[in-house]
């Protein structure tokens, strides 16, 4: 029987090991968050959809355009650690399928966090739905995906359910979900490392 990914994020959280892994992270999430401050140069609104541990809010609060950010995950001992860190951010302990922000935002980021649902598309129109402002965009980031074949193991490395997709497949979600201008790209390349996998789209 596969494991739960929260269970999963408890356990890192618990161990230290959510450090590590944003500190992996790092590099591809400050170039898909530049990517969103050229995009926006008037005040902005923005939920981490995954959040972790936080680091992404703080980050993303040190920008003056920055009017609200806030941070949802499913792992109550990764909100512990983010409220720990930041007492005056925002952060909900929820699940993403259900949770709806009192008031819709700009933007909708999140990392490592898709892939890990059965049904991405459920997640993906729930977010447009309820979470972004027209105009908004949402952009995610991804290491597991088809063009990464180090990554092709991990859903059996770690025992958890991991949707294997194509950066075509996840667009056409994109769409699907009512989401336009929808674009691929990767970031954080290196040598043979193909990187992170980036897709975006607008709400129109």
């Known amino acids: 029987m596969k494991l739960k990914s929260i269970d999963i994020f408890s356990d890192w959280a618990h161990s230290g090991k959510d450090e590590s892994m944003a500190k992996s992270h790092e590099p591809a999430v400050l170039e898909m968050l530049q990517y969103v401050f050229d995009s926006y140069k008037n005040p902005f609104s923005f939920i981490d959809a995954g959040c972790g541990n936080g680091w992404v809010i703080r980050h993303v609060l040190s920008n003056s ?54 049904n991405p598309f459920k997640l993906v129109k ?40 194509t950066d075509m497949e996840w667009k056409n979600i994109f ?17 043979d490392v193909p990187g992170t996998l980036v897709i975006s789209g607008q709400l129109i």
């Open 65 to 118: 355009n920055c009017s609200k950010a806030i941070g949802i995950d499913g792992s109550s001992k990764m909100i512990e650690k983010a409220t720990n860190k930041d007492s005056s951010g925002e952060y909900f302990c929820s699940d993403l399928l259900h949770w709806k922000p009192l008031k819709k935002v700009d933007i909708v980021h999140s990392m490592e966090v898709f892939y890990y649902f059965k």
């Open 126 to 165: 729930h977010i447009t739905d309820h979470w972004i402002k027209p105009g908004g965009l949402m952009i995610m980031g991804i290491d597991h995906y088809i063009g990464n074949p180090n990554s092709y193991s991990w859903s059996d490395d770690l025992n958890v359910y991991m949707a294997l997709m």
């Open 175 to 191: 769409y699907k979900a009512g989401l336009e201008n929808c674009k691929s790209w990767n970031v954080n390349q290196k040598d």
